[in-house]
């Protein structure tokens, strides 16, 4: 069977398992980031590309934390994505919610403007070449798994982002809470006359958003340099995610994240050139073909 | 309104007009303009942006009353590591905002743009951050200087180092762009003459690969004892920081860091980055008038970090310049950045960044080659203390011979 698997995949099998859960692995970020965009546009109808500055303002809280208060890792899982989403909570009281009755355009517009500021102040203050962040001491170290060499923290990394996006998803399908979020977004004032309070339920959803990617920066703090542009890397990989899995659906964002994470793996063996360009070819025939996204409803 | 105070305001405005030209041109008869090329925002932003304007600033202020007067001007702009950016704005300052004389402009691909325009309008051009060797051999040209480093240089002392000291198999993770592709087969080539082995390589896009895990466990399956990193700046950072999450170094296999620069070391932290081997032809701390030096600019520079290399590269070339200037007279050097140019090679090159230096026929500024080693934390003694000095490479045999780039300009 494996040489069957190699003769036809034309790599060593052990390399090619290997690829495949670093593809998780990076899936997993790509789901996390995703689901906070699918929260915030499923909701708001806003699209957030404020993102990658709020992923990495999540690890440099982190790193903030730590430097300046002393608080490690585990502090910084709670309190940095606490912080942060508070900053999204001020940004969507100020400035987001007076643009709910114009086109998406504007939202994504300011959103992009805001994102390119705060990534300017960052870089101004810290400089490109990024600060360190050491792996917590109880997850350092790595297990060998004899086709490779894996590093304890990624496997973290996976299993904690799976437990975060399906709590979400438990929330939004299956509580109260997640029954008026929905109820608001398909109408918003007969929600309002059972008396639920609606713009202070769309604020915390923002802020709830945005708490996803900067818990996803402080995951990404020990593994990638935490800098200015970490986010901007990333978070146009994330919209393709997005665009592909169907605006605003969950589920889809999340299959769609871990799916696309192993497919960037695998061309990453075969045909590294092209392993930063592979999702927006996926995305460029999927809109062509289910313009709704694969998960999406038309 | 009359007719008559109509025109009074229009004769008056015309005047007002025309005074601040008139005055721009009597400036301009004694003031040249130099414009700071480089990446301001991106991942190789620390190895050069800001702090290369601090250093040909600092150049400037050295120099003091020797400029006698003449008015030097700098102009910064951000070319976002994009060639079409790049070439727009060269062209930009030459046809329209005067500038004389470009500097730095990291990222190859960028570098070997700008050096076709530079040559194309007869300005000066000095490539302090760029790396590829090309900008000295088929690509080379009257109008440019390449001050700091090169591909040829890197991979000679730290490639050459490594296969001496046993690590004769390699496979290079490489930025997928003129420079990358450069330092991979400049490296490649002293390998294989070594005796050594490129067991593979795997290219990496250029900009936005963030995680290297991938590439990193196909450079271990190849079991090559060393991997090689054909890339800069953040790039470096990252494979480094990944490198060691991934049980690299653990396992025995070496990582060759061709190019590295102190901010990436600053960055990563001792704890991570010691025993990594590196060649730098600017250290702050080599010497007195280096640590002199570093005193002067470090008040301007961004974040308190050390100059580096090319940045230093950038004080050194500045200076070098207005020098000649001074000797052609502004005029005569406005008008042909080719003579300045001679002019530049003819006259030896001496500051505190580099000590005594020269300038090759082809372009290339020759200068001595430093391996250094990255300190362990605990012998590091105070801040920024990340080197031991491992060899020296004579400035005539850092780089290149002459005869073997393929230059024009080099007869035969």
């Not at chain 1, 870089?123 to 086709?147: C, H, K, T, V």
């Not at chain 1, 799916?259 to 063996?269: A, D, I, N, Q």
């Not at chain 2, 100059?307 to 008008?335: D, F, N, R, T, W």
Request: hydrophobic share 50%; aromatic share 10%; charged share 15%.
């Amino acid at each position: 069977m494996l040489e069957f698997l190699e003769t036809i995949t034309g790599v060593p099998t052990p390399l090619l398992f290997g690829q495949l859960l670093l593809g998780l692995i990076n899936g997993a970020f790509y789901a996390m980031l995703s689901l906070g965009l699918a929260v915030i546009f499923g909701l708001l109808n806003i699209i957030n590309f404020t993102h990658g500055a709020q992923f990495m303002m999540g690890a440099f809280v982190a790193w903030m934390l730590l430097a300046w208060a002393g608080i490690g890792y585990w502090g910084a899982l709670i309190l940095a994505p606490l912080i942060v989403g508070a900053t999204g909570v001020v940004i969507e009281r100020l400035m987001i919610s007076r643009l709910y009755k114009l086109d998406h355009l504007y939202g994504l517009l300011l959103t992009f403007g805001i994102g390119l500021m705060i990534e300017g102040v960052f870089r101004n203050e810290f400089g490109s070449s990024g600060l360190p962040y050491r792996i917590p001491a109880e997850l350092s170290g790595a297990w060998d798994l004899g086709f490779m060499f894996m590093p304890i923290y990624r496997g973290w990394v996976v299993v904690f982002s799976l437990v975060i996006c399906l709590a979400t998803w438990l929330v939004i399908e299956k509580t109260r809470l997640g029954a008026y979020l929905r109820a608001a977004t398909e109408n918003a004032p007969l929600v309002q006359a059972f008396g639920v309070n609606v713009p202070r339920m769309i604020t915390l959803t923002y802020g709830a958003g945005v708490a996803l990617a900067a818990l996803a920066g402080v995951l990404a703090a020990p593994i990638y340099s935490v800098n200015p542009q970490m986010g901007t890397n990333l978070i146009i990989v994330v919209f393709a995610v997005v665009v592909i899995g169907g605006m605003g659906s969950i589920l889809g964002s999340v299959i769609t994240g871990f799916g696309l994470g192993v497919v960037e793996g695998l061309t990453k063996v075969y045909w590294p050139e092209a392993s930063a360009t592979v999702i927006f070819v996926i995305m460029a025939i999927v809109l062509l073909t289910r313009p709704a996204g694969l998960f999406g409803r038309a | 309104m009359t007719e008559m105070n109509r025109r009074s305001i229009l004769a008056a405005g015309a005047a007002f007009g025309a005074l601040p030209l008139h005055r721009a041109r009597a400036q301009a008869a004694n003031s040249i303009k130099i414009g700071v090329l480089n990446d301001q925002s991106g991942l190789y932003r620390d190895v050069n942006g800001p702090g290369s304007v601090a250093c040909v600033r600092q150049a400037i202020t050295d120099l003091g009353a020797t400029l006698r007067g003449m008015n030097v001007e700098v102009v910064v702009a951000d070319h976002q590591n994009r060639p079409d950016v790049g070439v727009n704005i060269a062209r930009q300052w030459f046809d329209r905002d005067g500038v004389d004389m470009v500097i730095d402009v990291p990222t190859s691909s960028v570098a070997l743009a700008v050096n076709q325009v530079a040559r194309e309008k007869n300005k000066v051009y000095i490539n302090s951050s760029g790396a590829t060797s090309d900008l000295t051999g088929s690509a080379c040209s009257p109008n440019t200087i390449h001050w700091t480093y090169d591909t040829y240089m890197l991979a000679k002392s730290t490639g050459g180092a490594m296969v001496r000291a046993g690590g004769d198999t390699w496979f290079f993770i490489t930025a997928d762009y003129a420079f990358g592709h450069a330092l991979e087969r400049d490296t490649g080539n002293f390998i294989r003459a070594a005796g050594g082995r490129v067991l593979g390589q795997v290219r990496t896009p250029f900009p936005g690969t963030t995680d290297f895990s991938s590439f990193l466990v196909q450079a271990q399956a190849s079991r090559a004892k060393v991997v090689g990193l054909a890339n800069a700046g953040g790039d470096t950072i990252n494979s480094i920081k990944q490198a060691a999450e991934f049980g690299l170094t653990r396992r025995g296999t070496k990582l060759a860091a061709l190019l590295m620069f102190i901010s990436d070391v600053h960055s990563l932290g001792l704890e991570t980055a010691q025993g990594l081997v590196c060649t730098e032809t600017f250290y702050w701390d080599l010497n007195d008038n280096t640590r002199a030096f570093t005193a002067r600019v470090l008040p301007n520079m961004p974040q308190q970090l050390r100059p580096g290399m090319g940045q230093a590269g950038c004080y050194s070339g500045a200076m070098h310049y207005i020098k000649a200037v001074l000797e052609l007279g502004a005029a005569a050097a406005k008008a042909d950045g080719a003579a300045t140019v001679a002019r530049m090679k003819a006259m030896p090159v001496q500051d505190d960044a580099f000590g005594a230096t020269s300038i090759r026929a082809d372009g290339r500024r020759i200068t001595p080659a430093y391996l250094f080693e990255v300190k362990a934390p605990g012998e590091s003694r105070a801040a920024w203390d990340y080197y031991k000095l491992l060899q020296t490479t004579p400035a005539d045999e850092a780089f290149r011979p002459l005869a073997e780039g393929g230059c024009s300009l080099v007869r035969s």
